[in-house]
C-alpha cells in the first residue's frame, strides 16, 4: 500500500511533467483563485480549500465587487489578495461596515509566501531523490528563483510595516524559514512533521508604541529648500502616495478609538503568529481570522497532512452558507447598489444576468459565423484547364457542329477531315458524300459578295 508521502511524490511528478508538456494542463501560477480552469492547475490557487469547504456542506461563491447585496448576504469572505500595497480606505470602510453587522467572519491571507515557487522547490528535490536527468533539476532550481524573485519585487515597493484596521504586517527585509515547532489551541491536531509551512512576514497587535511609530513615520511633510539648486529633481524618490494617507488615516483613526484585541491560535515556538484571531467590540459577534500567508489553505499545501488539519479547523469556525471567496492583484470596486447605477455601456455586460446572456449570445454568434462563412482567409485561385489535349479540340468542333443544326454539313466535314487530314480515302468515313462533291460551305460563314 502507497504511504502518504508516495502519493504526494507521484502528485508532484505528474505535475511536473505537464509543466513541461504542451497540453492544456500546463501548470499556472495564477494565486488566489476558487474557481476555473487556471485555479484547478495553479499550486497557489485555493480551489482545493473552496472543494473542502463545500463537501462540508457550506456554500461558496465568487465575489467580483463590495455591494449591498453581498454585504447581506455573505457571511464570511476568504480574502486572498495578491498584493502588498495598503488597501484603499473605501475598501476598509465596507469590510468595517459588514463586520458590524455581527456575525460574519473575514478569514484574511498574508501574501508573503510563493507556493509556485514551493512547488518547484518540491519538484526539485523529488526529482534529484528519484535519479531523473540532472537537467530537469536544475530547470526546477531556475523556476523557483525566478519566482522567488517576482515575489521579492512585490514585497520592494511597499514600506516594512503595512497598517490595516484590524493589525500591521511586518515586511521587514528577512529569510523565509519553515516552520519546525508549533504551539497554540491548533497546535494539539496539527502534526508538525507532516506539514509544509513557512514564514518570512506576520501580523503584528497594535498597541501604544506601535501606533505612536506609525504615525511618526507616516505623518511627515517634505521642507522645501529653494536657495539650494536641485541638480536632478529625479534624484530623491521618496513621495507622497495614497497609500500612505490611507494608512495614516487608519492609524489616527485607531489612536482615538479601541484597539482590536488579538489572540494567537497557531504559532511557532517564538510566538510567531500563524493563525491569529482578532475582535474588536464595535464589531459584535463578529471575528478577523488571519491567515499569515496562503502555505495552510493553498492547492499545493494540502497535499501535505498537516496542513490539511489545518484548513479542517479553520473549515469548522466557518459559517454554514453564503462564504465568498475574493482575490486580485487591486481592491475589488465598492458598488453603491446593485444595479444600473454603476454601470454604463457595455460594462452592463459584465453583470448577472447579463454577463452569462453575453457569453452564450457570442458563443452562438461564432457558431452562426462559421455555418455562413465556411471559409476563411485569401481565396484560391482553380488550376485553369490545359489547352494541349486534342480531344478538347474534338470537343470544341462537335460543339460547332451541333449549333448548325445541318447533318448535310455535318457529314461533309467529316468526310473532308478523313480524305484531307487522315489521308484514308478509302475510309468509310471519307464516302459519306459521294453524291455532292462540291466543297460544303459552313453555315457560319457570311457569304462572299461576286
Known amino acids: 500500500m502507497m504511504t502518504f508521502n508516495k502519493v504526494a511524490s507521484l502528485i508532484l511528478c505528474c505535475f511536473f511533467a505537464l509543466a513541461f508538456s504542451g497540453c492544456r494542463t500546463s501548470l499556472s501560477t495564477q494565486y488566489g483563485l476558487s474557481d476555473g480552469v487556471d485555479a484547478k492547475y495553479s499550486p497557489a490557487s485555493v480551489s482545493l480549500f473552496r472543494n473542502l469547504i463545500n463537501a462540508n456542506g457550506r456554500s461558496t461563491m465568487a465575489i467580483r465587487s463590495m455591494s449591498p447585496r453581498a454585504m447581506t448576504r455573505l457571511k464570511a469572505i476568504v480574502w486572498s489578495p495578491d498584493s502588498f500595497e495598503p488597501h484603499q480606505g473605501e475598501t476598509l470602510a465596507w469590510i468595517d461596515r459588514w463586520l458590524s453587522l455581527g456575525e460574519r467572519t473575514l478569514v484574511y491571507v498574508g501574501r508573503d509566501f510563493s507556493s509556485t515557487a514551493d512547488y518547484w522547490s518540491m519538484s526539485s528535490e523529488i526529482l534529484s531523490r528519484n535519479s531523473v536527468t540532472q537537467l530537469s533539476s536544475l530547470v526546477a532550481k531556475e523556476q523557483k528563483a525566478v519566482e522567488l524573485a517576482a515575489l521579492d519585487r512585490m514585497r520592494a515597493h511597499v514600506r516594512s510595516k503595512v497598517a490595516t484596521p484590524w493589525f500591521v504586517f511586518d515586511h521587514s527585509p528577512g529569510a523565509e524559514e519553515r516552520v519546525t515547532d508549533l504551539t497554540g ?21 497594535y498597541d501604544a508604541e506601535t501606533l505612536a511609530t506609525l504615525v511618526a513615520e507616516l505623518d511627515w511633510e517634505p521642507v522645501v529648500d529653494t536657495s539650494a539648486k536641485v541638480v ?21 483613526s485607531l489612536s482615538q478609538e479601541s484597539v482590536p484585541e488579538m ?9 510567531t503568529p500563524l493563525v491569529t484571531e482578532i475582535v474588536a467590540s464595535r464589531w459584535g459577534s463578529s471575528r478577523v481570522i488571519v491567515l499569515t500567508n496562503a502555505s495552510m489553505i493553498s492547492n499545493l499545501a494540502l497535499i501535505n497532512e498537516g496542513n490539511l488539519s489545518i484548513a479542517k479547523k479553520l473549515i469548522d469556525t466557518l459559517p454554514m452558507q453564503n462564504i465568498g471567496f475574493l482575490t486580485g492583484s487591486n481592491d475589488p ?34 457558431l452562426v459565423l462559421l455555418a455562413a462563412f465556411p471559409i476563411f482567409g485569401r481565396a484560391k485561385q482553380l488550376p485553369s484547364k490545359s489547352t494541349r489535349e486534342f480531344s478538347q479540340h ?27 487530314v487522315r489521308k484514308e480515302p478509302t475510309s468509310p468515313w471519307a464516302n459519306l458524300d459521294p453524291m455532292n462533291q462540291q466543297e460544303p460551305q459552313s453555315p457560319f460563314k457570311k457569304p462572299t459578295r461576286e
Open 263 to 271: 489572540e494567537i491560535l497557531l504559532s511557532t515556538q517564538n510566538n
Open 232 to 252: 536632478n529633481a529625479n534624484a530623491y524618490d521618496r513621495k507622497w502616495q495614497d497609500s500612505d494617507a490611507n494608512m495614516l488615516k487608519t492609524v489616527k
Open 394 to 420: 474534338i470537343e470544341a468542333a462537335g460543339g460547332l457542329l451541333s449549333k448548325s443544326q445541318d447533318r448535310s454539313y455535318a457529314l461533309a466535314t467529316i468526310a473532308e477531315y478523313f480524305r484531307n
Open 185 to 205: 489551541p491548533w497546535s494539539e491536531s496539527t502534526d508538525v512533521s507532516k506539514s509544509r509551512l513557512f514564514i518570512r512576514s506576520y501580523p503584528v497587535p
Open 333 to 366: 470596486p465598492v458598488r453603491k447598489d446593485d444595479f444600473s447605477s454603476q454601470q454604463k455601456g457595455f460594462e452592463m455586460l459584465t453583470m448577472w444576468p447579463l454577463n452569462v446572456i453575453s457569453l452564450h449570445a457570442v458563443f452562438l454568434g461564432m
